[in-house]
């Protein structure tokens, strides 16, 4: 079964620190790898996607991610943080027919301190 | 993308009692997901639903506890019976909204206490 392990539950930064969420996802097949963010209040929103090619992939809002098959990861970079991506971090991945569900991982929360 | 509407946004609940979520989309959608996230938990798939067909439960999900309609290819409900505290958490509706790609969009979720 696919699995999604974000290694870090809370990080905290200060503002203009660099940025790094680990993801691991176990899946033996093709997969689409996902970042999600949950700003306090608001929906889920898809921050970025890999489904082929560049194994760096760039989001909204300065993210970028890059997916190493080798290692099953796909961690979430950013060089630079503002106060205002404090937010709920969540990995998922799913098969890349999309015939299976999105298996998300349990989240990191960002507290960004000014 | 589409834009995915949930109500109630949230609900406080007596033990015993049901509460329907509804879920509109504002596109036509083949697949709806209904998910739960607990508190301090992760997104964890409930059910898959299809227009025309009974929902896909996932392991550990059950149609008794978690009854779920879809009339048409833009609405879907789903049915919280029999509430126990534990049931007390965020439920949210999703949907493939973009033709051929693998990205789920997510409603504002249903926040559920039950006392």
């Known amino acids: 079964a696919q699995s999604v392990s974000q290694h870090n539950h809370h990080v905290i930064l200060s503002e203009a620190a660099s940025l790094e969420l680990g993801c691991n996802y176990s899946?033996?097949?093709?997969?689409?790898l996902f970042w999600y963010v949950q700003y306090p209040g608001q929906h889920l929103q898809l921050l970025l996607k890999?489904?082929?090619?560049?194994?760096l992939v760039k989001g909204i809002k300065g993210f970028e991610a890059e997916f190493i098959k080798s290692k099953f990861s796909f961690n979430l970079r950013k060089p630079s943080v503002q106060w205002s991506d404090t937010a709920e971090y969540f990995c998922?991945?799913?098969?890349?027919?999309?015939?299976?569900?999105?298996?998300f991982g349990k989240g990191t929360r960002l507290s960004v301190i000014a | 993308s589409a834009v995915i509407s949930q109500k109630p946004s949230r609900d406080i609940c007596q033990r015993g009692t049901s509460l329907t979520i509804q879920c509109q989309v504002d596109?036509?959608?083949?697949?709806m997901f209904w998910y739960r996230q607990q508190p301090g938990q992760s997104l964890t798939l409930i059910a898959t639903?299809?227009?025309?067909?009974?929902?896909?439960?996932e392991s550990g999900f059950v149609i008794d506890k978690f009854p779920i309609s879809r009339p048409n290819l833009t609405f879907s409900t789903l049915t919280v019976s029999n509430m126990s505290p534990e049931d007390s958490s965020i439920y949210l509706c999703?949907?493939?909204?973009?033709?051929?790609?693998?990205?789920?969009?997510f409603g504002a979720g249903s926040r559920l206490t039950v006392l």
């Open positions: 999703s949907a493939k909204t973009d033709s051929g790609a693998n990205v789920l969009t």
């Open positions: 899946y033996g097949g093709t997969v689409n």
């Open positions: 890999y489904f082929s090619g560049d194994p």
């Open positions: 998922a991945v799913t098969h890349s027919s999309g015939n299976t569900p999105l298996v």
């Open positions: 596109s036509q959608v083949t697949m």
């Open positions: 639903a299809n227009q025309g067909s009974e929902a896909t439960y």
